[in-house]
Antibody, heavy 122, light 112 residues
């Protein structure tokens, strides 16, 4: 079955760029009617949608983060990535990647990675 | 401040029925978009519990059911069990936020 795994630094300095990669295994990232999402969760708080990427490369972002976010996909590596620029302590969170079904009225994420904790601190 | 509003906490005794509400607006739930529910245990990733307002993925017990009416949705859990103690999140889509997926703030279910 399809599995997702996040990877990347667990510690990022303020003002720098947070970079994470999600590797898809057990299936092709290009198969089916899915797009690929990033979602984050600060400690003790709720879920926040960051953005999505289609395998075509098309993207959509949360308006509150749009100026700092880039999500990209590498179908040859079966991976997609998140770059969040100019981070502050408020970006400290667990970051999840997810596979989202979009051939429905309202997309939903049926498969999630285990999450990776990123701390922003000097 | 979440776009979708959930009660911070609910509780119930084993065997009882509890409901968790999710209130939106005319730009999300009220616009006709579906509501999905996720269950999250501490330290783990969310798991899809209900999709399309009332559909359960394979493996989710019938004790979990969802409904939607107007600008709100609800998740009902019957025959409450100790292992149901977790955080529950609703999710929909908002047409005013550039195609954003939106979540509720989450509800902590405590089994007494």
């Amino acid at each position: 079955q399809v599995q997702l795994q996040e990877s990347g630094p667990g510690l990022v300095k303020p003002s720098q760029t947070l970079s994470l990669t999600c590797t898809v295994s057990g299936g092709s990232i290009s198969g089916g009617t899915f797009y690929w999402s990033w979602i984050r969760q600060p400690a003790g708080k709720g879920l926040e949608w960051i953005g999505r990427v289609f395998t075509s490369g098309s993207t959509n972002y949360n308006p509150s983060l749009k100026s700092r976010v880039t999500i990209s996909v590498d179908t040859s590596k079966n991976q997609f990535s998140l770059n969040l620029r100019s981070v502050t302590a408020a970006d400290t969170a667990v970051y999840y990647c997810a596979r989202t079904n979009y051939d429905v009225l309202t997309p939903f994420s049926s498969i999630w990675g285990q999450g990776t904790h990123v701390t922003v601190s000097s | 401040q979440s776009v979708l509003t959930q009660p911070p906490s609910v509780s119930g005794a084993p065997g009882q029925r509890v409901t968790i509400s999710c209130t939106g607006s005319s730009s999300n739930i009220g616009a006709g978009y579906d509501v999905h529910w996720y269950q999250q245990f501490p330290g783990t990733a969310p798991k899809l519990l209900v999709y399309g307002n009332s559909h359960r993925p394979s493996g989710v017990p019938e004790r979990f059911s969802g409904s939607k009416s107007g600008t709100s949705a609800s998740l009902a859990i019957t025959g409450l069990r100790a292992e149901d103690e977790a955080d529950y999140y609703c999710q929909s889509y908002d047409s005013t936020l550039s195609g954003s997926e939106v979540f509720g703030g989450g509800t902590r279910l405590t089994v007494l």
